[in-house]
């Protein structure tokens, strides 16, 4: 509606920024190469009762169906009433940017009076795209990655693919860690793989922790683009007085 009320010079001016500096600016720029994101549960245990040995253990996993739209999944698996496991996710890719955070936690208490003989909890929620860039490209990379401690770690990966060479990366795995990611990152053209992981692999049966992570990978306007939309910005404005 206000566009409609401004004479056809501005018009004009809107309709060149919008085309020139908008998000489909850098469509042609990051390209979607892969789509690896998924949870996956997994849960095993051995004991014996009654002089026999018993064995329990089942398996969960999904994956979105489209890389372009919101994915949330969250599954709960519960063993022997004693011990569950808990990952969640929500993540999507807009054409200029990657956002994602996720979760994994767990918890396994055994019965005093029952004999262990193995156990096993594995799982994940792992967000990882693959894309490439056609040009030099200034990339920022904002993370919050958080761990309860082991067996849960959390961690972030920015590598090249291929004869792309190219390394960045960030882990918590402390009791109680928080680690905090806010990088300006300049690629050159190839293709390249990023990763945000939140895991846990505990053989123990007496355990509780989680691990979490948020965070994006986005494209930087070059200065010169902030700038055209400064000027454009300010000639709107000045034709409006």
Not at 144 to 158: A, E, F, I, Q, T
Not at 161 to 177: I, L, N, R, W
Request: with cysteine; aromatic share 10%; net charge negative.
């Amino acid at each position: 509606m206000y566009i409609l009320r401004m004479n056809a010079l501005k018009l004009v001016v809107v309709v060149v920024c919008a085309g020139s500096f908008g998000p489909s600016a850098f469509a042609g720029v990051m390209q979607l190469d892969s789509d690896d994101r998924g949870i996956t549960l997994k849960m095993g245990v051995s004991w014996i009762a009654n002089d026999r040995i018993r064995h329990e253990d089942d398996l969960l996993s999904s994956a979105p169906r489209d890389a372009y739209e919101n994915w949330n999944s969250q599954r709960i698996l519960l063993l022997a009433k004693a011990a569950s496991l808990n990952a969640t996710q929500d993540s999507y890719f807009s054409g200029t940017e990657f956002t994602a955070s996720g979760f994994m936690g767990g918890v396994a208490i055994g019965k005093p009076d029952v004999e262990y003989l193995s156990f096993e909890a594995i799982g994940f929620s792992r967000a990882v795209f693959g894309f490439s860039l056609s040009e030099e490209t200034s990339m920022a990379v904002d993370a919050l990655l958080s761990s309860g401690g082991p067996p849960c770690v959390s961690s972030l990966r920015l590598r090249g693919v291929g004869d792309t060479q190219f390394g960045f990366q960030a882990m918590a795995s402390g009791q109680f860690e928080l680690v905090v990611v806010n990088e300006e990152l300049v690629l050159g053209a190839g293709s390249y793989l990023f990763e945000m992981v939140a895991s846990l692999d505990q053989d123990q049966i007496n355990f509780g922790s989680n691990s979490s992570f948020s965070g994006s990978l986005r494209v930087v306007p070059a200065p010169s683009t902030l700038g055209l939309l400064g000027v454009s910005g300010l000639i709107a404005s000045r034709r409006r007085r």
